[in-house]
């Protein structure tokens, strides 16, 4: 299955500009790891990093739970892969870990982070607040945020997917 990916149309509103970004980076993290078995998938960068395409994966659905649920509605929703113990948990990727895990538990974070923003309006603020600051935001800086922390991530997984097997592109 090749998975499409749409820019947000050139005339779009602001809201629908945001979330049509937001969804452009999180197709493109998709098709970074399309195609690849669960062994590439874990495969590190290079020593000592432990970055792998499954860890971002992992990594992104810590990342739309903490703001779309934590911070947003004031979900009571504990991290996935990560604790106290482990702080980095999600990109301690092991042999046990696989991509339907990975991939089902980020897809659905995202389900949920839509279904969260939907109730909010872009200046609408926060419910609860960020967990070290104890500040709140609105709703247009979490999308800008998110849109900023997927493209920076992206970045880093254009890098992965080519030393793993020579592919590139946007």
């Known amino acids: 299955m090749t998975i499409e990916r749409r820019e947000p149309a050139t005339t779009a509103d602001e809201r629908s500009s945001l979330e049509g970004w937001l969804d452009y980076h999180r197709t493109t993290l998709a098709q970074k790891c399309e195609g690849l078995t669960d062994a590439q998938l874990r495969t590190a960068s290079v020593q000592p990093s432990t970055l792998s395409l499954m860890g971002l994966v992992r990594h992104m659905a810590e990342v739309e739970r903490n703001w779309f649920r934590r911070v947003l509605a004031d979900e009571d929703a504990g991290p996935i892969y990560y604790s106290e113990a482990d702080p980095d948990g999600e990109f301690h990727v092991t042999e046990a870990d696989t991509w339907e895990e990975a991939y089902g538990t980020w897809?659905?974070?995202?389900?949920?982070?839509?279904?969260?923003?939907?109730?909010?309006?872009?200046?609408?603020?926060?419910?609860?607040?960020?967990r070290r600051t104890g500040e709140r935001f609105n709703l247009r800086w979490l999308y800008t945020h998110m849109i900023e922390e997927y493209a920076r991530h992206n970045g880093h997984a254009d890098l992965l997917r080519e030393r793993i097997d020579g592919a590139t592109g946007e």
């Open 107 to 130: 897809q659905a974070e995202i389900g949920r982070a839509r279904e969260n923003t939907a109730r909010f309006g872009l200046d609408d603020i926060t419910v609860g607040k960020h």
